[in-house]
């Protein structure tokens, strides 16, 4: 077996292994997608959520590459209901949400963005999931995110998956 692949392979299964990075904001392995730590994880003195959670991710993200936070929530499928503030001022930001319950045409301006998806969009998902938007096709996304499955790579959704979710943009 190739070595580098053994070593992919084994790293993520360790909790807190650096997957990958993008937008030099890194994902961490969680183990598993069932696996819940329940340690509070701060970024720069600002809390991001629990460790390695989706929301945790999708919240540091949005704080170190637009100086945004939202509202603590209990389940991703609670984001595009939470508040959205500034973290150098405090204040209210309103960002664009956009709801896709059809086939619709993504765009590449949606890069960047949240994708949230709704409790249950999955078997046994109860808390929804959320992702970055890392590059927007005619036919699907490429995604980074936390606590799906582990992967050392952005992953592809098929725009025929994605219905049913919530996009939020910050620009």
């Not at 595009?80 to 001022?89: I, M």
């Not at 930001?93 to 086939?103: F, G, T, V």
């Not at 980074?144 to 219905?163: G, S």
Request: aromatic share 16%.
């Amino acid at each position: 077996m190739n070595q580098s692949i053994k070593y992919n392979i084994c790293k993520q299964d360790i909790f807190g292994t650096p997957l990958y990075n993008f937008n030099g904001v890194c994902a961490y392995s969680n183990q598993n997608n069932k696996h819940v730590s329940h340690e509070l994880n701060y970024f720069n003195g600002n809390f991001t959520g629990m460790k390695w959670q989706c929301v945790e991710y999708a919240r540091r993200y949005i704080q170190t590459v637009y100086g945004v936070t939202f509202s603590e929530v209990d389940s991703a499928y609670q984001i595009p209901h939470a508040t959205f503030t500034r973290l150098s001022d405090n204040k209210v930001i309103i960002p664009w949400i956009y709801r896709i319950n059809h086939n619709i045409e993504l765009f590449e301006f949606l890069n960047n963005s949240l994708i949230i998806w709704k409790k249950d969009y999955e078997s046994d998902s109860p808390h929804g999931h959320v992702a970055v938007i890392v590059y927007a096709k005619i036919d699907g996304i490429h995604v980074a995110e936390q606590n799906y499955d582990n992967n050392d790579f952005y992953r592809y959704i098929p725009l025929a998956d994605i219905k049913n979710a919530t996009i939020i943009s910050l620009i």
